[in-house]
C-alpha cells in the first residue's frame, strides 16, 4: 500500500511497507556484494594468471641464463686445454733443448782445453818457422835454397795441422 492512495496507515501496514523497503534494500545490498564477489573473483583470477605467466617468463629467463653460462664455461674450458696444450709443447720443446744443449760449465771447459792446444800448436809453429829461419839465415846465398826449403815447410804445416786435428776431436 502506498501513502499516495489516502489510505490510513496503521501498524500492519508500517510493518509490510518497511519490510518492503527493507527487502528492497536487502536485494540491492546482495546484488552489489555479488557483483563486488564476481569482479574481485575476476581481479584474482586475472592476477594469478599475471603471476603464472611472470613465472613462466622467469623460468624461461633463468633457463636460457643456465645454457649461456653452460657454454661459456664449455668454451673457457676448451680455451684452457688449448692453452695447456700450447704450454705442455712448449715445455716439451725446452726440456728437449735442454737435454741436448751442452751446459755452460763444460762448453767452458773444452774452450779452455781447445784453447791450450792452439797455444801449444802455435808455439810448436813458431818452433819450426824459427828452425826453417835459421836454416835459411845458412843456405843465405846457396841455389838450393828455394829447391830444400819447400818441402820442410810442407812438412811443418802438415805436422801442425795433423797436431791440430788430432786434438781438436
Known sequence: MS?????DWNVR???EHLES???EADRRYKERYEASQTALLAALLAAKEAVNTALLAAKEAVTSALIAAKEAVIK????????????????AALTEQLRTLMPRTEAEALNRV????????????DALAKQV????????GAQQFGSDIGPYLLAAASIAL???LHYSK
Open 3 to 7: 501513502a499516495d492512495s489516502g489510505d
Open 13 to 15: 501496514s508500517i510493518k
Open 21 to 23: 523497503l527493507l527487502n
Open 76 to 91: 673457457a674450458e676448451l680455451a684452457n686445454e688449448k692453452r695447456f696444450d700450447a704450454v705442455g709443447a712448449q715445455i
Open 114 to 125: 781447445f784453447s791450450d792446444k792452439m797455444d801449444r800448436l802455435n808455439t810448436q809453429v
Open 133 to 140: 829461419s835459421d836454416m835459411s839465415s845458412e843456405r843465405r
Open 162 to 164: 795433423a797436431i791440430f
